[in-house]
C-alpha cells in the first residue's frame, strides 16, 4: 500500500487540478520511485557533507583519473532530429505564470526551460498550476498554446534541484525530495505524449555535484523508463555545470549519462557561488566585484567554457552557453536607441560564445529572439557546431584562479539590493523579478548573497575610498538605506511592508552567518517564514 500523505488542501479553484495531479496512480508510481532511491539519495547527501569536509584540508581540486576519461573511443548516443539544433532556448520560464509560458510556446526558438528550479518558486499553489499547464499544453488544450507538441518548441523540462524537500508530502513518514516529485510528475502524466510525439521528454539538471550524482539520475531514468514501458534511452537529459566540483568530472558526467546525454550547459552565477561556498573561507578565492570583474572574458570562466565546449565536442554531445538576462523596457520600441545598445550588448556577448563553439545558448526576453535567431544565420549556418573540435590543456590553476580586482560600493549597494529582493519576491510566492534592466533569479541571489559575506569575513577596502572597509556595519548601513527606499517606492500595503521587513533581516542573517547555508533556497524554502506563509497543512484533519 502506498504510504503518502499530502500535507496540503488544494488551493481555491484547483480542488480537481489537484485530484487529477496526485490520482492514486501517480502517488504510487511517485511512491516506488522514492522507496527505490531514497537510501541512495541519503548517501548522497551525506558524500556532499563528506565532500565539503575533505576540501576544507585539500588544497585544491584535481581531474580524476578514470578510465573513461583515458579512453578516447566513446560517444554519447545518438540525438534525437529535435536535438540536433539547440541554438536558443528561452530561459526561466516558471509554467506556473501562464501568460509567460503560452508566450513561449508561440516563440520562434528550439527549446524552452520549463524551469522548476532557478525561476520558479515552488508553493503548492505554483506546483499544481505549472503541472497543469504543461499537461494542457501537451494535450494542445492550453488557452492560447500550439495545438500540437510538434509545432511547439522542445520543453526541456528542469526538476529541482538535489537540496530542495518537498515539505508538502510524505512517503513513508519522510519529506519527499523536491526533484524526485517534479520528475515523478512529469514523467508519469507526459512520459508517454512526448515519447510518441517524437519531442521528449527532455530534462535539465541542475547544480550536480559530480559524477556520482549524474550516475544516480540515470539509474533514475533507467528505472523509469523501466516503469513506464519507455524504450531505453528515451530520456535525454543535459547536466547544467553550476558547480566547481563538476567542472573536473565532466567526461565522468557525460559517460555516467551516455545513453541519456544531452551534453553540458554552462551558468556563470550559480558557478562563482559554488566557488566560494566550496573555497571562500580562503582568502585566496576572494570574488571582486562581480558586475565590474567577473565575466565570460575573465580566464577561469573562459577556461571553464572552452573546457566544457571542447569535452562534449569530442563526445558528439552539444554544449551550451548560459543565459542572457538583459531585458528591454516594458513596451519600449526595439529600435528606440537605449533598446538597440540592449540587444547589441546581447549580441556581442553571445557572438562570442558562438566563436567559443557554443552550439546554443538561452535568453529570457523573447523581443530579442529575432536578432538572436539572425546571429546564428549570419555565424552558424549549421544546426550545432559539434564538428568543431578542441584541443586544451586547461590546468586546475586555470580554472581555480580569481581574477584579481576590488570591491566597489556600487557592487556592494547591488549585491544587497539582489539579495533583498529575491527574498523579498520569495516570500510573495515568485521565483524571478526584474531589477535594473535584468532578470534576477535564484543564481544571481546567490553569488549577490555569498559575495557579501565573503567581503565581510575578509573586509577588503573599497576601490571608490580605500580607507574604508567592507564590514558587517557598512553592509547594515546599506541594507538600511536600500529597505528605506524600497518601502517608499515598492511597498503599497501592510503585507508588502512586512515582507520587506522580513527580506531585510533574512538577508542579513545570511550575511553574518558564520557557516551560511549553500543555497539560498534551501534556507527559504526551509524557513518557517515561508511555509507560514503559503502552507494550510491538513494535519489537524488527518
Known sequence: MADIILLQSPPPKLEEVQKNIFSKAAKDFLVNLHREFDSKIDLLYKNRLKRLVDLQTRPTLEFKKSIERNDKTWNIAPLPTRLLNRHLDLGDVSASNTAHFVSALNSDIQGIQVDFDDGHCPTWKNQLVAFQNINLALKGNLPGAPLSISTCPVLMLRPRAWNMIEHNILIDGKEAIGPLVDFAILMFHNGQRLYEANSGPYFYLSKLEGASEALLWNEIFVWTQNELGLPQGTIKACVLIENIISTFELEEILYALKEHSLGLNCGIWDYCASVIAKFGERKEFLLPDRNKYVNMD???????????????????????????????????????????????????????????????????????????????????????????????????????????????????KHNVAVSIMFIYHWLAGIGHFFYNGYVEDSATAEISRTQIWQWIRFSPPLEDDPTQHVTAKLVEKTVASFAAHAHKNLCRSNAERKRLTAARYMSTELFLSRNPPEFITSYLNDNHKFRTLHNKALLSNL
Open 298 to 412: 575573465r580566464h577561469f570562466l573562459d577556461s571553464y567554457l572552452r573546457l566544457v565546449v571542447a569535452t562534449c565536442h569530442a563526445r558528439g554531445a552539444p554544449a551550451t552557453g548560459g543565459m542572457a538576462a538583459a531585458m528591454l523596457k516594458p513596451g519600449a520600441d526595439v529600435n528606440d536607441k537605449h533598446s538597440k545598445e540592449i540587444i547589441n550588448k546581447i549580441l556581442d556577448a553571445k557572438l562570442k560564445e558562438i566563436e567559443a563553439g557554443v552550439d546554443g545558448f538561452m535568453v529570457y526576453d523573447s523581443r530579442v529572439v529575432p536578432y538572436v535567431n539572425e546571429l546564428w544565420k549570419k555565424n552558424g549556418d549549421t544546426p550545432n557546431q559539434i564538428f568543431r573540435k578542441f584541443t586544451t590543456n586547461i590546468t586546475s590553476a586555470d580554472l581555480l584562479t580569481i581574477p584579481s580586482g576590488g570591491v566597489t560600493l556600487q557592487g556592494l
